[in-house]
Nanobody, 121 residues
Framework: VQLQACGGGLVQAGGSLRLSCVASVRGFSSYAVGWFRQAPGKEREFVASISWYGDSTTYADSVNGRFIISRDNAKNTVYLQMASLKPEDTAVYYC???????????????WGQGTLVTVSS
């Protein structure tokens, strides 16, 4: 399984961005997906996750109410819509996938290369 995360960039505080995670795999609906982020000098942390058909989603407290995770299995893509961005959201964002739904754990087997999100104040 190969994952390609994209959509990062520079945005002002209060702005929005949409990240995409495109998977190169047959049977994408068999994989749960999570988004994680890592800021400079900090450990990787959970952001959001979505179950195989999107009927279950989980968010970190820090992004709940501002970020929305969704998926389109026909396009092998998971999205992370980010709104009301804050400077503390600045990080490299990674998507991860696994046949098991690990929710907030970093145990996912497959990881993308990351996309940088920079939020200026």
């Amino acid at each position: 399984v190969q994952l390609q995360a994209c959509g990062g960039g520079l945005v002002q505080a209060g702005g929005s961005l949409r990240l995409s995670c495109v998977a190169s795999v047959r049977g994408f609906s068999s994989y749960a997906v999570g988004w994680f982020r890592q800021a400079p000098g900090k450990e990787r942390e959970f952001v959001a996750s979505i179950s195989w058909y999107g009927d279950s989603t989980t968010y970190a407290d820090s992004v709940n109410g501002r970020f929305i995770i969704s998926r389109d299995n026909a396009k092998n893509t998971v999205y992370l819509q980010m709104a009301s961005l804050k400077p503390e959201d600045t990080a490299v964002y990674y998507c991860a996938a696994d046949r098991s739904y690990y929710v907030a754990s970093t145990t996912y087997l497959y990881w993308g290369q990351g996309t940088l999100v920079t939020v200026s104040s």
